[in-house]
């Protein structure tokens, strides 16, 4: 039989506590490679590229061995979902033991390298009597993998880890070679859920490092997450938070109003390194969570270019399980948030010893993100007194007003009353708390600029600052990400200094910063394919469109709701297709709409919709017309996650914890 491809949608009860969304298929990308001295780094650089997914569509094997109750199937895997263990979640082709399915390579591909790994999922072990699972991968009748391992009973120890056929390399095959994929128990054995993840193949290509100038420079982009656009200093704000962003923009481009795509991590973060909507590059949500292989990627572009590439990630969705790797030759993550203390100074070494090669350098910084935890310098300079009756922990306080404020208590006659339900002294800390973290996100932009300045590198580096998305604090009655597109979710800093940006320069036009990945492309020489609206930030930029979604939107009431904006011509719409008015028992034929008129209520507090209905047709129009496109150029199926991530969204806060959850 041939395989078929299965698209199974996780779906996740109540209301997100702390969103952040997922996509597409193909997971795992460059692994954390040693930074190295520049006697002990190779002249030429591996280049991977995937040629072939194995798991996409009709497939490229033939089952030739099942059980009879239990077919071969594509679906997630998950060992464990310990974060110390390589047993994450991966799209997987799952072989209930025994099983077999074989695959040839196709005759056109020439040398490549297969990427597969061999996992039993960790819900085996709730079935008894289950004896160890052998996992045998033949190459044209020869075997090149043979290993025992025995049914996960906990989360502790290496052996629920993924097991790499042919090690971290992958295993080398060529164009016409047989694999034969084996799932080895007794056929009485009950039937689990066993097989081979990731699943692809690729070409290995090497290419020269190169030297940075001022005609080709060093690109270093700092992603400062949860980072909302009105509390820079320089773009306005009353308390001095930034004061390394603000002398980086008076060197450079600054954007007074530039916005994220979404106002969570994974679609924002995936539209800033591929340069496209979410419903192009399709990581929407829990359901949908994988960066795509087939996309092309920014440091992938660079790579081309001869630039040496790096991402560090304090935030645990970007991470090479969902395929945020693709295109770094080095690249660091964690399944936990990691404030900038525990991994810069890494990255900071990594330039350092790379400081001859022109290099890309991304950097994903939490400090706004919550927990709030300033740096002393910065909690002295903006932090006031805490208010006595202030639970212990910051983050419990956070997690029990923001659940009343979702559950509706701060809702009156005439709006929202925060006040009913977060004290206003409370409010104040708060606020306060996030601004010292503002501060102190600002305080590792400074060592990364000074880094740059010690290893003369400033002349020859384009620095580019930017967020992926803000964070509510109680100015449309709510608290933290991802429920609304309003201002202060998806209104994001956007500066870009450094050789060929002019200097001190602001721009009002409203911007996309999906518009990165072609501007640093173009800088770097190199060419991003699949973006059919390139922008150049660094020359004259038209006013566009500059449409916003989430997939996991708070509308009067009404959870988990596709909301979708446009900014337009001074207005910004946004349209909830799905959603009702409050306490109404249907949806609103058509959907709900609030509309604002920008230049006189930048905050968005006068919805205008019920005087402009003939604007809001349009804009609504617009809006379906540009996203029904965006989704049929979609190049790829839906991953949803698995165990793993379900389990690392709810130690970081982004899902509730279920009342009868053990994990």
Known sequence: MQASAANHAVAVPGRPRRPQAISAIAVFAAGLLPACDDAERPEKMVVREVVRELLVG????????????????????????????????LPALVLPPPSAVELVVDETLGPVVLRVSAGIDRAAWETKGIPDVGFRVSKNGKVVFDERVPVPRDDKGKKNAWRHVGGDGGLFVSGGDRILLETLAPP????????????????????????????????????MDTQRRDRISALGHARETTPNVDRLAARGISFERAYA???????????????????????????????PNALQTLPEAL?????????????????????????????????????SEEFVGEALEWMQSNSRSRFFLYLQLVEPHMEYLPSDAARAAIVGERPADFPPETGDAIERYGARLFEGEGRTEDGWATDHVVPADHQRYIDELYDASVRTGDEWVGRVLETLASLDLLDT????????????????GFFEHGHSLHAELVGVPLVLAGPRVLQGKRVKTPVSNRHLAATLARIGGATMHGI????????????????????HGWWDGWVDQPIRGVVVDGF?????????????????????????????????????????EELVRALVRAIEERFEREAEQRVSMAIPAGAATEAMLRDVGYLGQDEDDDD
């Open 532 to 551: 059919d609206d390139p922008l150049d930030l660094c020359g004259l930029v038209e006013e566009r469109p500059v449409f916003l979604s989430t997939r």
């Open 461 to 476: 580096t384009v620095v580019v600052f930017t967020s992926d998305h803000g964070e509510e604090l109680f100015d449309h």
């Open 58 to 89: 009709e497939g490229d094997w033939t089952v030739t061995r099942e059980r009879t109750d239990s077919s071969a199937r594509v679906d997630i895997l998950t060992p464990s979902i310990s974060w110390r263990v390589d047993g994450g979640d």
């Open 572 to 612: 910004v719409l946004h349209h909830a297709p799905e959603a009702g008015a409050w306490n109404a028992s249907e949806p609103t034929p058509g959907g709900e709409s609030r509309l604002y008129r920008l230049d006189d209520d930048p905050s968005e507090l006068v919805d205008r919709a019920a005087e402009n």
């Open 303 to 339: 790579q081309q270019a001869g630039y040496t590439t790096a991402g560090f990630s304090g935030n645990p969705l970007i991470s090479a399980d969902k395929n945020f790797g693709q295109g770094f030759e080095t690249f660091r993550a964690s399944r936990r948030f990691e404030k």
């Open 188 to 223: 009485s054995a009950p039937a689990i859920d066993a097989g081979y993840g990731r699943m692809w193949l690729e070409r290995h290509t090497g290419r020269p490092r190169a030297e940075a100038t001022a005609e080709r420079p060093n690109i270093v982009v700092v992603v």
């Open 261 to 291: 795509t979404s106002s969570w991590t994974w679609p924002s973060t995936a539209s800033i390194l591929t340069g496209l909507l979410p419903q192009r590059h399709g990581v929407l949500d829990y359901s949908s969570c994988t960066l």
